[in-house]
Nanobody, 127 residues
Framework: QVQLVESGGGLVQAGGSLRLSCAASGRTFSTYAMGWFRQAPGKEREFVAAISRSGGNTFYADSVKGRFTMSRDGAKNTVYLQMNSLKPEDTAVYYC????????????????????WGQGTQVTVSS
């Protein structure tokens, strides 16, 4: 069992930056691959970024590639999403998620595969 708590959301102007954090409880953080997803009003939840449990592999949605960077800190049981050059279309509730994986380099993209979710943090980008 793992609990996830996101933070760092807020209101920012287009072109600005935010860093989201997701703190995980428990002592087995290193066994979980992690992902970030987002959901805008009236839209489906969509994949944003994922990182393997080793931290050695990352993968991004085309819409955020080159602007967002996902990382993890095992000592702090935390994953981050650094978001630069934000656009109004990035406005959404952002969720982090965790899933246990056997392979240290495995990336998980499908939201249905994830076992644990945080409560979400709102990101609003004004034009």
């Amino acid at each position: 069992q793992v609990q996830l708590v996101e933070s760092g959301g807020g209101l920012v102007q287009a072109g600005g930056s935010l860093r989201l954090s997701c703190a995980a409880s428990g002592r087995t953080f290193s066994t979980y691959a992690m992902g970030w997803f987002r959901q805008a009003p009236g839209k489906e939840r969509e994949f944003v970024a994922a990182i393997s449990r080793s931290g050695g592999n990352t993968f991004y949605a085309d819409s955020v590639k080159g602007r967002f960077t996902m990382s993890r800190d095992g000592a702090k049981n935390t994953v981050y999403l650094q978001m630069n050059s934000l656009k109004p279309e990035d406005t959404a509730v952002y969720y982090c998620a965790a899933v246990k994986t056997l392979g240290a380099q495995v990336i998980v993209v499908a939201p249905a595969t994830y076992d644990y979710w945080g409560q979400g943090t709102q990101v609003t980008v004004s034009s």
